[in-house]
């Protein structure tokens, strides 16, 4: 890892790499309108996210994601947690989640989990919770600002704890947050060869939206095509 400090400021400025990885709909949606109803699992794409999330350090994690999915993503299988162990890599990645408002109930099989898990929240989230308490036994719980998250804070708080690589696994939320703040380096993109419209199913980037011209550029540099899905990865220019 690489930390670097402007003489001027004393600002530290990280190199971590950050990956998103999603999948979502030929019509551009992650989830259909209901998240709970059943859903088809595509072979090749839980290949490739297992083969992506393996390679990190730390996961990043929104919290609408963990309330309805109730725990985290593991590597399961036996050669990447061998190559893990390898290169000197915790069992399991860190799970970080990112809740400003620490709307998280302690009584979720998340916190039950063999994992190292941190949450990233805010000074409000932690005087709202009346469970606050019970939350930080379980995790450790970090304040990142006010009301809104400090992104800078928190890239440099991961850096300092020897995090190099971050894969973000969504939702559109916690993505909409990292391309504002500028921090995802590049994207992993499964097309998945189905539709579930719906004006209110969620999308990759949700957020306010982004203006066209500040929109972030992005530089396809690898194709593949496993039956009729097709993984895009992208680099993104800052």
Known sequence: MSIVYDVV????????????VLGMTADGKIKPVDPKSPGYIYPADQAHLEYQASLADLFLVGATTIREEGQTYTIQN???????????QSPQPITCVV???????????????DLERWIFTTRSGLEKNSQT??????????ELGDTDLDWDRAYTLMAERGIRKVVALGG????????????????WLTIWPTI?????APTPVEGKGLVPLNAPHLELIETRQLGSELFLHYRIHK
């Open 196 to 200: 579930f419209g719906g004006k209110d």
């Open 133 to 142: 308490a019970t939350i930080k036994k379980q995790a450790d719980v970090i």
């Open 172 to 187: 559109g939320a916690l993505t909409a947050a990292l391309v504002d703040a500028g921090r995802i380096d590049d994207w």
């Open 9 to 20: 400021t004393q600002t530290i400025m990280t190199t971590i790499q950050t990956t998103l």
């Open 78 to 88: 036996p050669e990447l947690l061998a190559a893990r162990k390898v290169r000197g």
């Open 99 to 113: 809740s400003g408002s620490l709307n998280l109930s302690p009584d979720m099989p998340f916190f039950n989990q």
